[in-house]
């Protein structure tokens, strides 16, 4: 029997090469769009804004920093070149051997925050856009743990508003835990949020962005379609036959509408979502 396809890996790798032909760089994270035009040509500025924006919350002096779902390596390969060491933990194969890559600085542990096991002493612990992924007290009480007195744990992600309390989530944009929750559970392990911004407006157009890309590739997957139905019918009926046997009906609708509707606004994000930076101490 042939080996399963890891359409994951795929995905990581077709979209790291577009964000490097765009922009320079395979930054998968939101852009701060504060006095930029919304268009693909300001994406890199944007996540250099936004890179720029959740360093200036980090301790002073030189950091010894766990970089927990550290992406590609964009953001460990520039805290070592302001001088900082950093450890990355990083679950997915492909993008450990980015990260070997892109920041050879860094230690790469391939393996989920919940199973890392190397040594603590850490004056950060950084979660930039990958906090929603971990159980929330998990992530706290690990982070707290691997923190030598007097360390930070900083986090950069998206979280529930209010307003997505009742709502499907098929009806929504964004992710991450529910604000409320967090601050209830940061209290409860006993820790102290010393600094905190809420930047969602700032960040919103990305999914504006990321939208209208969505639509050019649904666009041209339509054109297609239009030309087989009008010329190769048998064509087209073999390959929506074999995608039909792939693909879930409901994967397929779900598909659809991120291809070819725009229910994936930034005033959605911002109406569901808060992005928030926290800096936390003990």
Request: aromatic fraction near 8%; charge should be positive; hydrophobic fraction near 40%.
């Amino acid at each position: 029997m042939g080996q399963k396809v890891d359409t994951r890996a795929i995905g990581l790798d077709v979209g790291l090469s577009f964000m490097r032909w765009l922009t320079g760089a395979e930054n998968l994270h939101y852009g701060l769009w504060t006095g930029l035009d919304c268009a693909a040509e300001n994406l890199g500025a944007a996540q250099a804004a936004y890179t720029e924006k959740l360093f200036g919350y980090l301790p002073e002096g030189k950091l010894r920093i766990l970089d927990i779902g550290g992406g590609a390596g964009e953001t460990a390969k520039k805290l070592i070149a302001l001088g900082h060491e950093v450890e990355i933990v990083v679950p997915s194969p492909f993008l450990a051997s980015r990260c070997r890559q892109n920041a050879p600085g860094a230690r790469v542990h391939q393996c989920m925050f919940e199973e890392f096991s190397g040594a603590g002493g850490f004056d950060l612990c950084l979660f930039s856009e990958s906090f929603q992924y971990i159980p929330l007290e998990v992530a706290l009480k690990e982070a707290l743990a691997l923190l030598k007195p007097g360390g930070r744990v900083l986090i950069a992600d998206c979280f529930r508003s209010e307003n997505y309390e009742g709502v499907k989530r098929s009806q929504t944009v964004g992710g991450g835990h529910r604000l409320s929750a967090f601050r209830e559970t940061v209290a409860a392990v006993g820790l102290k949020v010393e600094a905190e911004e809420d930047i969602t407006e700032a960040v919103a157009p990305s999914i504006d962005l990321e939208q209208g890309l969505f639509n050019v590739i649904g666009h041209a997957v339509s054109r297609v379609d239009e030309e087989l139905k009008a010329k190769r019918r048998r064509t087209r009926w073999a390959l929506a036959f074999v995608i039909r046997r792939m693909v879930s009906e409901r994967r397929l609708f779900r598909l659809n509408e991120r291809l070819n509707e725009k229910k994936r606004t930034a005033e959605a994000f911002c109406h569901f979502n808060r992005y928030m930076i926290f800096r936390i101490a003990r």
